[in-house]
């Protein structure tokens, strides 16, 4: 199987020079994501299948959803497919309704998903929260893993802030607030930081 691509390699060297990530990166090697799915709708509608759910789990309902849709993911498929075909995927009713808001506010031209690449990322953020159901972690996902914005936080994930505890070697996670202030001292790296914090929590024990 090919491996993910490396990104960040800036940033990779930055944080292998650092006393707390350094023997962190020399045990898990460089950053690696999976490919930009490319379609935007494709990729919110995505991450809002996987919001809440386990990866296995996740990856699992994803691929019924598609095969509902008979493997065409647009907002006028989502729009035109029974509801019960689509619940029947494994779609919670919630889930159902922040997908169809997504279809409705694309086709619409409410969302200008074409637009978001050139966008900031406070003004990608700020476009996606107007779908029910996509809050601030969904957009920041969006950014880190499709846009491949180089500094993105997401101070509201609690694994990115259990890694980190992990890394400096406390007892307990900080909290949001703590999280962002340390984060300061990583610009314009933090993307890079948050995927190493999701590793630390799979390789280091709590505590240090």
């Not at 799915?37 to 996987?50: H, M, T, W």
């Not at 476009?127 to 914005?149: I, K």
Request: glycine share 10%.
């Amino acid at each position: 199987m090919t491996k993910a691509p490396v990104v960040w390699a800036p940033a990779v060297e930055r944080l292998r020079a650092d006393p707390a990530f350094g023997p962190l990166v020399e045990q898990v090697g460089p950053v690696r994501l999976r490919p930009p799915r490319g379609d935007p709708f494709q990729s919110l509608a995505a991450a809002i299948v996987y919001q809440q759910l386990a990866g296995k789990a996740a990856l699992t309902i994803h691929g019924r959803v598609v095969q509902a849709l008979g493997g065409d993911v647009r907002p006028e498929t989502v729009l035109a497919a029974p509801e019960e075909a689509l619940r029947g995927a494994g779609l919670s009713r919630n889930k159902l309704a922040s997908i169809r808001d997504l279809a409705e506010k694309t086709a619409n031209g409410t969302l200008r998903l074409g637009d978001l690449p050139a966008m900031e990322d406070q003004a990608v953020v700020d476009h996606l929260v107007q779908v029910r159901g996509v809050g601030r972690w969904t957009a920041e996902m969006y950014l880190l893993f499709d846009l491949r914005r180089p500094d993105v936080w997401p101070v509201g994930d609690l694994g990115v802030r259990a890694g980190l505890g992990r890394v400096l070697g406390w007892s307990a996670p900080p909290t949001a607030q703590e999280t962002e202030l340390i984060g300061i001292g990583y610009r314009p790296f933090r993307s890079a930081v948050a995927w190493f914090c999701w590793r630390a929590v799979e390789v280091l024990t709590p505590g240090g």
